[in-house]
Structure formats: structure tokens, C-alpha cells
């Protein structure tokens, strides 16, 4: 399966694909999309449209992860967040592409096998399960290829639930 992790936000949108096929992940790329600040922020939402449908279009995923949004003290940052996300998640759609949402404790938990990992350990756990000599930079990248791997985890451990029946 060819998935596509995204991490999103209005100044930075991180990005990972991995090709998780029977033998574990593999194939990895990563990276982000930056937006100017200067940008009103519909110019900023469109880059992140646009950037992502082209991406889209050149790794061809079978299904994109996003995490959910995850609301914290500072609601206005929850809402610049959201904005991103469903550029991301229209961008997917449009493409004709799955998108799957998980919950941050739900990604932590693939990824580390705790639901309250720190962020530099989901980083670490990140590079080891990808084969990688070094953490992915920059940290939103970190986190697409997380949701990207809780993807692939979750359906291995689907389809082994569905042979033990």
C-alpha cells in the first residue's frame, strides 16, 4: 500500500509517504510545504491546496492519513490548523484518494506502543522502524511519516485479524 502521512498547519505542512508493503515499510520520502506569512491566508490555503494535489499526482498514494485535531488551550490556533487540514483533506478528496483520520494517541500509540509518547520519542521510533540513520527534519515531516506508519500498522493488523478468524 503507498500511503501518504500529512501533519498539517497554515505556516508548515509536513509530509510523508511510505510504500508499506508484507515485509514492513519501505520507499520513504518526506518533506514539507511552507507558506509565506505574509500571504493572506487564503493565498497561504491555496499553496497548500495546490502543493498537495501536485504531490499527490507524483507519488500517486492509495490512501492519505491525517491526524485528527486535537484541541488545546489556544482555540485560535486550533482553527488556523483546521483550515489547513481541510485544504489537505480537499486536496485528497478532489484527487479521488481514501483519507483516513487518527487521533494523536492513537498515532503515538502505533508508532511507540504508548498513547502519551513524548514528541522526540515518536521521532526516534519513527527513524528506527523506517531504517533511517537519522531522525526526519524538519518535526513536521517526523510526524506525516508517524501517521503514515499508523496507517500501515493498522491494516497489517487488520488483515491478521482477519486470517486468525
Not at 96 to 110: C, G, N
Not at 130 to 153: I, M, N, S, V
Request: glycine letters at 8%; aromatic letters at 4%; one cysteine or more.
Amino acid at each position: 500500500m503507498r500511503i501518504l502521512g500529512i501533519d498539517p498547519g497554515l505556516a508548515a505542512v509536513g509530509w510523508g509517504f511510505i510504500v508499506y508493503p508484507e515485509g514492513g515499510p519501505r520507499d520513504v520520502q518526506w518533506g514539507e510545504i511552507r507558506t509565506a506569512s505574509d500571504l493572506p491566508t487564503a493565498r497561504r490555503l491555496q499553496k497548500i491546496y495546490r502543493d498537495l494535489e501536485d504531490l499527490i499526482r507524483n507519488l500517486r498514494p492509495e490512501a492519505v492519513s491525517i491526524e485528527e485535531l486535537f484541541f488545546a488551550a489556544n482555540v485560535r490556533t486550533a482553527i488556523i490548523v483546521a483550515q489547513a487540514r481541510g485544504a489537505a483533506i480537499l486536496a485528497t478528496a478532489e484527487s479521488r484518494v481514501d483519507v483516513v483520520e487518527y487521533t494523536p494517541l492513537q498515532i503515538k500509540k502505533a508508532v511507540t506502543g504508548r498513547g502519551r509518547a513524548p514528541k522526540q520519542q515518536i521521532q526516534r521510533m519513527v527513524a528506527t522502524l523506517l531504517g533511517l540513520k537519522e531522525t526526519p527534519r524538519p518535526d513536521h515531516a517526523a510526524d506525516a511519516l508517524a501517521a503514515a506508519l499508523c496507517h500501515g500498522h493498522t491494516l497489517k493488523t487488520r488483515r491478521l485479524i482477519q486470517l486468525s478468524r
